[in-house]
């Protein structure tokens, strides 16, 4: 009985919350829309929501709006795979050889701290114009934070799980998936939450450099010819986009975890 009193009550504060969340967003696009309206906020600059979402219904029934919202969330879900995959599998290289850890660790704190736009040109050069190279950008953006987080995670393992496991005379690789892998396994997951964001911005910024096609290169363009309406709606589909991706991997990490448990 207590129970279930409690479980509606998480349910009710959930759907509280979700109702304040709606208000917030309901009263700023309002107040948004009313300063422009009595043109307190300059709307060359700003837009407004009327305007943002007309130019939304307009290029949605023209069928061009889609084309660029493919292009950019299929780089950013390469990108996001990539960087996960081998972020992961250089994290469990450094594990595996201390040799390679000890080489390696310089060259991880330079190009954790480097700014990876300052990469772009070489990209562009090495790969080409195209895809390739955004796609590239988001995966050095992503693969490094991913090493450095999982290869963290593993080396916090408890030694002692490691030192009972060699007692019985386990080999590294029987402790890596049975005992540093498994321990490490809700970092990797969560890390997937980090990787989207950090997927996005390194596609947004490689269609600002190289693209003919995407939400990126619609931000650059609708600057380019003073239309920040477009720029507006280029950000706030970017946004719908990232959070439905970050959602689907929430979703995805409870029921992963769910089944590790």
Partial sequence: MEHGAYLAKLRLNHIYVR???????????GMWELTVNLQWVDEFLFSKPSKIWGL????????ELQHHIYITVLETFVGFILGTVFGTALATLIWVSPFISKVLDPYLVILNGMPKV???PIFIVAFGAGYVSIIVMALAISIIITTIVVYTSFKEVDPNYLKLAQTFGAKKYQIFFKIILPASFPTIISTLKVNVGLSWVG?????????????????????????????????FVISIAATVMYQAVSLLEKKILSIHE
């Fill in 56 to 63: 939304f219904v307009q290029m949605l029934v023209a069928g």
């Fill in 118 to 120: 300052a990469l772009g």
């Fill in 19 to 29: 109702i304040t969340q709606l208000i917030i967003v309901i009263i700023f696009l």
């Fill in 203 to 235: 596609v947004i910024v490689g269609e600002f450099l190289v693209s003919k096609a995407g939400l990126g290169y619609l931000i650059i363009y609708g600057f380019q010819v003073f239309n920040l309406t477009l720029v507006m709606m280029s950000l």
